[in-house]
T-cell receptor, first 114, second 112 residues
Framework: GESVGLHLPTLSVQEGDNSIINCAYS??????FIWYKQESGKGPQFIID?????DKRQGQRVTVLLNKTVKHLSLQIAATQPGDSAVYFC?????????????FGQGTILTVHP | SQTIHQWPATLVQPVGSPLSLECTVE??????LYWYRQAAGRGLQLLFY??????ISSEVPQNLSASRPQDRQFILSSKKLLLSDSGFYLC???????????FGNGTRLTVT
């Protein structure tokens, strides 16, 4: 079946470095993608989203890049801080009309060392 | 601003007992509502979603059911819990017509 997956299950960086978290998706019909941050014991927190008519979208310290040719999504975090340590999930909508019916990847654990 | 509340935060229930988890959303009307489950160390799986009062769609066959008795209330239930029902249950909402999905802080359910 269609799935969304992550290349790296864990990522360790030093405070101040830039972080890049990658995600591959297989459903070519997907036209909406979203990144979440989940801290221990909490629900996922929305970070940034992107629609398939865009290649790049920037937020505060975060950038999402979408490469539809190779079905690849990435999240870049600039000047990573210890508070960024969490599990990061990518998700896609499978081309459906609902923005809430999402297929999630397995997650990447980001650890930021002071 | 919109807020979403889930309770209880944690729950330990014996096998065969009933379940009722509640979720309410404030600050918006006619939201789309969702129940997701997250197994340990894994991503989230959509269980149910609702686009209006009394309208429930099930995504996966299971021992659970959902109901939406009011516009901003979503309930996840079971008549008899199984060990495999243990997990982290997350309620979420989005606006009709499209918006990012926003999650509550979840209920950690342990079936013993």
């Amino acid at each position: 079946g269609e799935s969304v997956g992550l290349h790296l299950p864990t990522l360790s960086v030093q405070e101040g470095d830039n972080s890049i978290i990658n995600c591959a998706y297989s459903n070519s019909a997907s036209d909406y993608f979203i990144w979440y941050k989940q801290e221990s014991g909490k629900g996922p927190q929305f970070i940034i989203d992107i629609r398939s008519n865009m290649d790049k979208r920037q937020g505060q310290r975060v950038t999402v890049l979408l490469n539809k040719t190779v079905k690849h999504l990435s999240l870049q975090i600039a000047a990573t801080q210890p508070g960024d340590s969490a599990v990061y999930f990518c998700a896609e909508n499978g081309g459906g009309t609902s923005y809430g019916k999402l297929t999630f990847g397995q997650g990447t654990i980001l650890t930021v060392h002071p | 601003s919109q807020t979403i509340h889930q309770w209880p935060a944690t729950l330990v229930q014996p096998v065969g007992s009933p379940l009722s988890l509640e979720c309410t959303v404030e600050g918006t009307s006619n939201p789309n509502l969702y129940w997701y489950r997250q197994a340990a160390g894994r991503g989230l799986q959509l269980l149910f979603y609702s686009v209006g009062i009394g309208q429930i769609s099930s995504e996966v066959p299971q021992n659970l059911s959902a109901s939406r008795p009011q516009d901003r209330q979503f309930i996840l239930s079971s008549k008899k819990l199984l060990l495999s029902d243990s997990g982290f249950y997350l309620c979420a909402w989005s606006r009709q017509g499209g918006s990012p999905l926003h999650f509550g802080n979840g209920t950690r359910l342990t079936v013993t």
